[in-house]
């Protein structure tokens, strides 16, 4: 696995793998490093901070047509040839949150109405149509999950992040990209 080095105060590059991620780890000098997020980690290596390692494993595996050929239900272990499409979002969208400002907004004109409600108007006709205001990317793919045909009812209900990814974990290349993306969001098709 790919390891990448965050600097401590102490002048020391200490080595992180991608798992480590937006966690903490300990530098030799007893300090607390924050490992700063995978895209970050990339972006200071000189490596595209959005094209990861296992998303391209996957998308290789997923156009040579050798995703989840073991066949075997990631939910009962059962051999079978079915499988549930998955989208697995390793970066999520960040949606800038504007409603503090637009709250304040509300009670200024609360207070000056009607003077300033025209105003106030056409501030959230003009605002409304900017919004969301996105930051960020996001990397979704789309890989089948073998599920069994007595599972497929169950699996395709289960809405716990917590099981669906350890449903993906039954497959390696999966567990590999949910170790690079701990926080990716699971939602069955
Ligand atoms: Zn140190
Ligand atoms: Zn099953």
Redesign the pocket.
């Known amino acids: 696995m790919t390891e990448y080095s965050v600097e401590c105060g102490c002048g020391r590059a200490v080595d992180v793998s991608p798992t480590q991620a937006g966690t903490q780890t300990t530098c030799t000098c007893g300090r607390t490093i924050d490992v700063p997020r995978l895209s970050q980690l990339r972006t200071a290596a000189g490596e595209s901070a959005f094209s990861a390692g296992a998303v391209a494993t996957v998308r290789q595996m997923l156009a040579a047509g050798q995703c989840a050929v073991d066949g075997r ?1 990631s ?4 051999d ?1 040839n079915a499988t549930r499409g998955v989208h697995v979002i390793c970066e999520r969208v960040h949606v800038a949150d504007k409603s503090n400002s637009r709250g304040i907004v509300s009670i200024i004109s609360f207070i000056f109405s009607p003077l300033t409600i025209g105003l106030w108007i056409a501030w959230r006709i003009m605002t409304s149509k900017t919004q969301p205001k996105e930051t960020g990317r996001e990397t979704v793919v789309r890989v089948p999950l073998p ?2 045909d ?2 497929q009812k169950r699996v395709s209900r289960t809405k716990n992040q917590r099981k669906l990814h350890a449903l993906l974990r039954t497959v390696p290349i999966y567990a590999q990209l949910l170790d690079e993306y701990p926080d990716a969001q699971v939602i069955v098709d």
């Open positions: 239900c939910n009962c272990g059962v079978t599920v069994c007595l599972c």
